[in-house]
């Protein structure tokens, strides 16, 4: 069994950052592909991005492409998910995942959807004021 907890949600403006961090319990967290999905009232809970386990590819939802990093630090046993120029409509409950599949995800096929997930975290809220 894996916990997940998120952590470093909270308040900001229009164009500002967020650090995002999930700690996991567990010796067997370098062998979990990792992600953050992302859930708005009246939404369904969707993909924002992943890394996986071995080589460390990342996979963005296109809407954060170029705004948002996820990296992990093993050591740590912490994935994170930095976020910048963020927009009123980035605000959701983000949540962590944890995949212990030991699949690779070509580039063309990202681990984008829920059902690939086996731990998630109690999410952290993010909201982006105007």
């Known amino acids: 069994q894996v916990q997940l907890v998120e952590s470093g949600g909270g308040l900001v403006q229009d164009g500002g950052s967020l650090r995002l961090s999930c700690a996991a319990s567990?010796?067997?967290?370098?062998?979990?592909?990792m992600g953050w999905f992302r859930q708005a009232p009246g939404k369904e809970r969707e993909f924002v991005a992943a890394?996986?386990?071995?080589?460390?590819?990342?996979y963005y939802a296109d809407s954060v492409k170029g705004r948002f990093t996820i990296s992990r630090d093993n050591a740590k046993n912490t994935v994170y998910l930095q976020m910048n120029s963020l927009k009123p409509e980035d605000t959701a409950v983000y949540y962590c995942?944890?995949?212990?599949?030991?699949?690779?995800?070509?580039?063309?096929?990202?681990?984008?959807?829920?059902?690939?997930?086996?731990?998630w975290g109690q999410g952290t809220q993010v909201t982006v004021s105007s």
């Open positions: 890394i996986s386990w071995s080589i460390g590819a990342t």
């Open positions: 567990g010796r067997t967290f370098s062998s979990y592909a």
């Open positions: 995942a944890a995949d212990r599949s030991y699949s690779y995800y070509p580039p063309s096929h990202p681990p984008s959807s829920r059902d690939l997930y086996d731990y």
